[in-house]
């Protein structure tokens, strides 16, 4: 769970600041919305499965794009 240790001088701004940063760092969010609601292995799979298949469309798309100014 992320603390943050503030000085007398932070505001409310600089604090909510820090501790939403530690909070993006620890991937608190992320990890409460995944556990929101129970995924089957098969969803899982299938979502891994689309995950590979945009990282390989995207480096495709990138490897044309260069070298289409070549």
Known sequence: MP????TP???F????R???RQSD???IVTEARARQHYETKT???KKEKIATRKKILKKLFML???ESRL
């Open 3 to 6: 603390g943050i240790k503030l």
């Open 9 to 11: 001088r932070d505001s």
């Open 13 to 16: 701004d600089d604090a909510y």
């Open 18 to 20: 820090k501790f939403k």
């Open 25 to 27: 760092r620890n991937l």
């Open 43 to 45: 969803e899982k799979r």
């Open 64 to 66: 044309r794009r260069y």
